[in-house]
């Protein structure tokens, strides 16, 4: 069973940074990544990692990574330069099969998720 467990929230001041942990029980996974739910806005995809390659949403690349700590089954998201709107529950998420190219933001196609970790900026 993969299992998920996010950690690094916290309250910061616009412009600061964070580091954001999830813990992933086994490396059985094809594709994982992280997700925001922002106040009264829907889940978003912001970072994922698949076959290798990171991708990232539009309004944060720039700004955020992504990366992959194999050995210690980690997934790390560096939020830098955060600003108000950054504002949300961050998510990990992860499924054991591929997600075409086109989809890797959208929410519904994944299946396993951690209870996420509140990130909150101060303009």
């Known amino acids: 069973q993969l299992q998920l467990v996010e950690s690094g929230g916290g309250s910061v001041q616009s412009g600061k940074s964070l580091k954001l942990t999830c813990d992933v029980s086994?490396?059985?996974?094809?594709?994982i990544g992280w997700f925001r739910q922002a106040p009264g806005k829907e889940r978003e995809g912001l970072s994922v990692?698949?076959?290798?390659?990171?991708y990232y949403e539009n309004s944060v690349e720039g700004r955020f990574t992504i990366y992959r700590d194999n050995p210690n089954n980690l997934i790390y998201l560096y939020l830098n330069d955060l600003k108000a709107e950054d504002t949300g529950v961050y998510y990990c998420?992860?499924?054991?099969?591929?997600?075409?190219?086109?989809?890797?933001?959208?929410?519904?196609?994944?299946?396993?998720w951690g209870q996420g970790t509140q990130v909150t900026v101060a303009a």
């Open positions: 998420a992860a499924d054991l099969t591929p997600i075409p190219r086109r989809n890797i933001f959208n929410p519904g196609e994944y299946h396993y």
């Open positions: 086994t490396q059985n996974y094809h594709i």
């Open positions: 990692i698949q076959d290798g390659r990171p």
